[in-house]
């Protein structure tokens, strides 16, 4: 059962435009939804996070938006760059279930120079 | 501070041969978790601990895979034996305790099963 769909499966940015990247989510039970970075050949990295209680969140170039009656988040990358070629993967938990983080599937973002 | 370390960082062997995993969390770190992350996908969580405890292993498949953290520091995974469709991606994430969302993710070994 797929819990969190992540969409586009790839994308391609040119130099200095937005990258938006969408999760939806099934259970409503989800309170934690973070962001993380994976580059190739490394485990994936902690991005930025936000919890339901807010509708977004801001650090540097990188923003989560949430609706929360919608059951979907994304990922904004303003401004990007050819070093924020990666994969992005969106993920889910909740406190009730140790945690346990449910990943998207994942997409692989390239910005060209 | 040294994030999460895992060796070793890519095994080969053959399919029916045993393989192990060692991880080492982030200092202070007392919940550890082992995904398996397959090509292309997210990873999936296979057992997470509290100190020494395993408290969720449910997705382990415990006729094959193991796993320990005597000293509710660092971990091992085993697998005996290895069959083909093991080949993946095994990461080793580490969070501050029970209640903590952040999880920080170790580089991975990467097995291939011939």
């Known amino acids: 059962q797929q819990q969190v769909k992540q969409s586009p499966q790839s994308l391609i940015v040119q130099k200095g435009g937005i990258s938006i990247i969408n999760c939806a989510y099934e259970n409503t039970a989800f309170d934690y939804f973070p962001w993380y970075q994976q580059f190739p050949g490394k485990g994936p990295a902690l991005l930025i996070a936000i919890r339901p209680d807010v509708s977004e969140k801001k650090e540097g170039r990188f923003t989560i938006s949430f609706n929360k009656s919608a059951k979907q988040f994304s990922l904004h990358i303003m401004d990007s760059q050819p070093g924020d070629s990666a994969t992005y993967f969106c993920a889910a938990s909740k406190s009730d279930s140790s945690y346990k983080l449910i990943f998207g599937s994942g997409t692989r973002l390239l910005v060209r120079p | 501070e040294a994030g999460v370390v895992q060796s070793p960082r890519y095994k080969i062997i053959e399919k029916k041969q045993p393989v192990a995993f060692w991880c080492n969390p982030i200092?202070?770190?007392?919940?550890l978790y082992w995904y398996l992350q397959n090509l292309g996908q997210g990873p999936e969580l296979l057992i997470r601990y509290e100190n020494e405890e395993a408290v969720d292993d449910s997705q382990l498949p415990k006729d094959r895979f193991s796993a320990e953290r005597l000293k509710g520091v660092d971990s091992t995974l085993k697998i005996q034996p290895a069959e083909l469709g093991d080949s993946a991606v095994y990461l080793c994430?580490?969070?501050?305790?029970?209640?903590?969302?952040?999880?920080?993710f170790g580089p991975g070994t990467r097995l291939t099963v011939t």
């Open positions: 200092s202070g770190h007392n919940t």
């Open positions: 994430a580490s969070s501050l305790n029970a209640g903590s969302y952040e999880q920080y």
